[in-house]
């Protein structure tokens, strides 16, 4: 499995998939390719191909650009939960909260690892991590235990005033961590959650996503994506760079407080079906308003 370990440091910002473009695979290689898809399901020789810190563009409007947040922000501890996850796109994920989060801000990133079988995901990921300019670590379920119990088991030992959980697979844009905080600063019971972009599973192209639109959830509770409704719009005044008020929030990406994370109950560990914490989380704080900032951009190759 050589080819899992190939990816490396750019220091250039010329090679494949910098500024968030397309990497095309040669016709020759595409069968490879289609059997290397299978292992994650996405273009893993692609990944592969991308420097684990790759330049991306910077898609925010240009008043989130010169916004200037307080000096006083609280830090944030970062959690992150894999299984089996590719190499490339987890260090991908490491590199881009290191690289795009001022370093007050950022006290560490915690790793947790439900029960991987890759041999690449103990000893050389532990060793790799040790060699990084913020704190990372990294902790191991013992047996396979799901998105839910992982992350209550990583939030349960951050030192972060606020606890940013984020998806194995995804990049951080410029600026996307202070509009976040900013946000828990003025009111420490909202539950941020940037806008989340994407990288397409065939090339990793990053693709900008709308800020025009919010979570809702049908009677099915399947969470879905709405238009944001003229009310909001009216009460932002058309200033596109203030929060947008969602009654539901996707649950893979967002920043809440810690001590109100535990205030509320956290997670409820009984919860074993993917995507049902979108909803629950939303529930517990539907008793006050939670937002969906629209300031930075995060992408995200889950598809």
Known sequence: MKWLLTAVISRSHEGPGEM???????????????ELFKI????????????????????????????????????????????????STLLRTVH?????????????????????????????LETYVQTLEVPVKILRMEQRSGLIRARLRGAAVTKGQVITFLDAHCECTE???????????EDRRAVVCPIIDVISDETFEYMAGSDMTYGGFNWKLNF???????????RRKGDRTLPVRTPTMAGGLFSIDKTY??????????MDIWGGENLEMSFRV????????????MVDDSG
């Open 224 to 234: 879905r994506w709405y238009p944001v409704p003229q009310r909001e719009m009216d």
């Open 96 to 124: 881009s909260v290191i690289n795009r989060s001022p370093r007050d801000l950022l006290v560490e990133i915690v790793l947790v690892d439900d029960a991987s079988e890759r041999d690449f995901l103990k000893l050389k």
């Open 175 to 185: 600026g996307w961590l202070e509009a976040l905080l900013a946000r828990i600063r």
């Open 261 to 270: 994370f535990e205030e509320i109950g956290s997670y409820d560990p009984g």
């Open 40 to 87: 994650n399901q996405f273009n893993l020789m692609a990944s592969d191909m991308i420097a684990l810190n790759r330049s991306l563009p910077d898609v925010r409007l240009d008043g989130c650009k010169t916004k200037v947040y307080p000096d006083d922000l609280p830090n944030t501890s970062i959690v992150i939960v894999f299984h089996n996850e590719a190499w």
């Open 20 to 34: 968030g473009k397309a990497v095309n695979i040669p016709k020759d290689d595409q069968e490879k390719m289609k």
């Open 286 to 297: 539907s008793d006050r308003e939670h937002h969906v900032i629209i300031l930075p951009d």
